[in-house]
Each structure stands twice: as structure tokens, then as C-alpha cells.
């Protein structure tokens, strides 16, 4: 049964860092395309980043030089390092899985964590 658990949320001060964790079971990471999303009170949910199966990554904009994907094999687990933590990143944030490449589209991806609160506040 394949199934994705984030962790690692939290309220943290603006300048702040978290680590968002995605554990997987029922399959191996490696063999898919990772992503990282978010979605904040009346907004679409938006890709924030996303890993490939050469571990070739990808950020959209807004979070580029911040944030950085990686993936531990080992542990079956992929990781978003988030440092200079700004409140408009504040969102739940969800990791997803699919085959072929890295879409931006949310609805493109088969199976999903449940969401992990990130809020960054003063």
C-alpha cells in the first residue's frame, strides 16, 4: 500500500528554518518523481519544488536560493530544507508522487500526504 507522511511543520519566526520530511512506504522513492506543494487559505494549491529520479531538481521562484529538495534513499524518505522563512510561506505543505517527470500541475500526480502546517509568524 503505498503511502506518504509528512513531518517536520511548525510555527517558526520570520528568517526562520524548517525541515519538511516525506516518509514513504509501500514502494521505493527513487523509482518516482517527488514533489513538494503548498496551499494557502483561498489559494491553489502551487508546486514549490520537485526531484526526479537522477535527483535532478526544480523550484518555482518564489522559493528559489531558500529551499532545497533531497532525497535519502536509504531511509526512503525525501526532504525540504526551508531557511529564510517568510510569512508568505506560510501553507500546509504536501508531498505527491507521480511517474515521467516534474509537472507543475497538482492534479498530475497520483498519490498524496496528508499535509504538514508551516506557519511563519512573529
Known amino acids: 500500500q503505498v503511502q506518504l507522511v509528512e513531518s517536520g511543520g511548525g510555527l517558526v519566526q520570520p528568517g526562520g528554518s524548517l525541515r519538511l520530511s516525506c516518509a514513504a512506504s509501500?514502494?521505493?522513492?527513487?523509482?518516482?518523481?517527488i514533489g513538494w506543494f503548498r496551499q494557502a487559505p483561498g489559494k491553489e494549491r502551487e508546486r514549490v519544488s520537485c526531484?526526479?529520479?537522477?535527483?535532478?531538481?526544480d523550484y518555482a521562484d518564489s522559493v528559489k536560493g531558500r529551499f532545497t529538495i533531497s532525497r535519502d534513499n536509504a531511509k526512503n524518505t525525501v526532504f525540504l530544507q526551508m531557511n529564510s522563512l517568510k510569512p508568505e510561506d506560510t501553507a500546509v505543505y504536501y508531498c505527491?508522487?507521480?511517474?515521467?517527470?516534474?509537472?507543475?500541475?497538482?492534479?498530475?500526480?497520483?498519490?498524496w500526504g496528508q499535509g504538514t502546517q508551516v506557519t511563519v509568524s512573529s
Open positions: 509501500g514502494f521505493a522513492l527513487n523509482t518516482y518523481i
Open positions: 526531484i526526479n529520479n537522477y535527483a535532478s531538481t
Open positions: 505527491a508522487i507521480r511517474r515521467g517527470y516534474c509537472s507543475v500541475s497538482y492534479y498530475s500526480y497520483d498519490y
